[in-house]
């Protein structure tokens, strides 16, 4: 075997034993373990490898970290379940509902707030595009436009934290939760106003209906009921920033806190919590497996030098910033869209940060661009979770939604093109907040 070929078989192995197993319908986690251990099958005996890959797997889920990624799910269920969504909207009708083509603003502005609280896309899609999906109907608004809407906005909630993905990325690449979580508030503001620019430019070409609706309650009890569910935000981000518990504490606190207002809302009932917590812990078993694969994984490809062999090959291919920075954007977004969000942020930090930080770009805007690259992914197919739970709210069909959702998509790829050119975007209140580059 030729020499060049020889350092390409751990890539060959790793990567093409996971693309077959992805393509025959092995379960991701299964998958990515597999290829794990068929990669540190070339260059350690099997009963050692088996051993390797034990020990990996218990490693990568010894961190007292990760217990934030359970409690947040839980978190995230129970808001899901305790009527957040209902007065979410219902305050965002305030913010948006004296725009032309108002609903389309409302939908957004409500994405942008419960998937922050829920940490979840998918979530956020279902709650808030089930209760919007009615109104627009009685309002004539075109329901496969409605739907793209739906489904550009509900990733907002990813990067405005707290954001499970962001803990994730934050665990895999060594960075502070804190600094990632106050990273993400302005390119999470700036995809869902570049949604909102978006329902301008294209509502009327659409069929969106251009008159303005305003809220029947009165203003102080809409405030008055959302403020409890907003007051998260604040607990959260506060204590964290002001030293009081950690991201892992939080976590639990979000926890007690979602549950005492989902009694307090009467939307929640005692016999719910069996489900909701079987729910929860059939997410983080998920979850959890993944990260644990992931982790044998990325063990795998160290001792194999695959970051350092791809690294090279990027390095060598261009000695430009600018190229290397668009040829991994390039491979994010179309990872994005075969790929789910936990996976690939486990399987390609390890890859792509050395080389980012190589180019002189931060640890924390980096994790920035990775997420935001993979939330525009799961907004298109063929396996875009988001659109999917946005098509199945609405009763859609995929090929009446993805024409409608292309243009978004394009604002959606420019806004991240700013957040890649202009860093100072997603770094100046980290900085702001102390932290040193």
């Known amino acids: 075997m030729p020499d060049y070929l020889f350092d390409l078989l751990p890539i060959i192995v790793l990567f093409g034993t996971l693309a077959i197993f992805l393509i025959i319908g092995m379960p991701i986690a299964f998958a990515i373990g597999s290829a794990a251990l068929l990669t540190i099958f070339l260059d350690f005996p099997i009963d050692k490898a088996s051993i390797l890959v034990s020990q990996q797997l218990a490693n990568g889920l010894n961190s007292f970290g990760l217990l934030a990624l359970p409690f947040f799910i839980v978190a995230g269920n129970l808001m899901n379940r305790g009527g957040l969504a209902v007065r979410l909207i219902n305050f965002a009708m305030l913010l948006g509902g004296r725009l032309p083509g108002s609903l389309s603003h409302v939908n957004v502005i409500?994405?942008?707030m419960f998937g922050s609280l829920s940490g979840s896309a998918a979530a956020a899609a279902a709650a808030v595009g089930g209760i919007m999906g009615p109104m627009q109907k009685e309002h004539k608004y075109p329901r496969a436009f409605s739907t793209a809407v739906n489904v550009a906005s509900c990733p907002t909630g990813l990067l405005i934290p707290p954001s499970n993905i962001l803990i994730l990325y934050a665990?895999?690449?060594?960075?502070?939760?804190?600094?990632?979580?106050?990273a993400g508030y302005v390119p999470g503001l700036m995809m869902g106003l570049g949604i909102i620019l978006g329902i301008f430019l294209l509502g009327k070409r659409n069929g969106i209906p251009q008159e303005k609706i305003v809220q029947t309650e009165k203003t102080s009890k809409v405030i008055l009921d959302a403020l409890p569910s907003l007051f998260l935000v604040v607990i959260i981000m506060g204590g964290i920033l002001g030293g009081a518990f950690t991201a892992t504490e939080a976590s639990a606190i979000a926890v007690v806190y979602s549950l005492i207002l989902g009694f307090a809302y009467r939307e929640l009932k005692v016999k719910d919590l069996p489900s909701i917590l079987i729910d929860s812990v059939l997410t983080t078993s998920i979850v959890l497996l993944m990260i644990a694969t992931s982790s044998a994984m990325s063990w795998g490809m160290a001792n194999a030098d695959i970051p350092t062999a791809i690294a090279e090959f990027v390095l060598n291919y261009s000695t430009n910033p600018i190229v290397i920075m668009l040829l991994m954007n390039l491979i994010l977004l179309v990872v994005g869209t075969f790929m789910d969000m936990s996976p690939a942020v486990l399987i390609f930090t390890p890859i792509f940060l050395p080389i980012a930080v190589l180019l002189g770009v931060d640890p924390i805007h980096f994790g920035i661009i990775l997420v935001f690259n993979l939330c525009i992914g799961i907004c298109t197919p063929p396996v875009g979770t988001a659109l999917f739970v946005g098509c199945s709210v609405s009763g859609n069909k995929l090929g009446e939604v993805v024409p409608k959702l292309l243009p978004l998509f394009l604002i959606m790829v420019i806004t991240l093109g700013l957040i890649v050119v202009f860093p100072s975007l997603?770094?100046?209140?980290?900085?702001?907040?102390?932290?040193?580059?």
Do not use: C, D, E, R
């Not at 895999?172 to 106050?182: G, K």
């Not at 997603?426 to 580059?437: E, I, V």
């Open 171 to 182: 665990l895999v690449s060594s960075t502070s939760v804190q600094y990632l979580f106050i």
């Open 110 to 112: 409500a994405n942008m």
């Open 426 to 437: 997603t770094m100046w209140l980290p900085h702001l907040a102390g932290y040193k580059s």
